[in-house]
């Protein structure tokens, strides 16, 4: 079992900056904990993903945040951060850590970022 929890939520005006943190906990093996990632949903839109990053640190992410957002990992921590930059009103929806451990997605209870213009 996985639990998700995030971190660094917040109200931020345009062109400002937000990290994010999601520490996972649990009985489980660290080494298996494998991709990673974070996703949005704004109101009325699907949820989808923002960035991802593998256990060996490969990255991917949305085009709509390449060049602002930038994903990490601390294995030892169990932990990810997303760095958000020159944060813009549509950046604005409720955030969610995911982990895939052994074949199984877990997700966190989401975290509100808020940019206001």
């Known amino acids: 079992q996985v639990q998700l929890v995030e971190s660094g939520g917040g109200l931020v005006p345009a062109g400002g900056s937000l990290r994010l943190s999601c520490t996972a906990s649990g009985g489980f093996f660290s080494a298996m904990l494998n991709t990673m990632g974070w996703y949005r949903q704004a109101p009325g839109k699907q949820r989808e993903l923002v960035a991802s990053?593998?256990?060996?640190?490969?990255?991917n992410y949305a085009d709509s945040v390449k060049g602002r957002f930038t994903i990490s990992r601390d294995n030892a921590k169990n932990t990810i951060y997303l760095q958000m930059n020159s944060l813009k009103s549509e950046d604005t929806a409720v955030y969610y850590c995911?982990?895939?451990?052994?074949?199984?997605?877990?997700w966190g209870q989401g975290t509100q970022v808020t940019v206001s213009s």
């Open positions: 995911a982990a895939s451990y052994r074949g199984v997605d877990y």
């Open positions: 990053v593998t256990r060996t640190s490969t990255t």
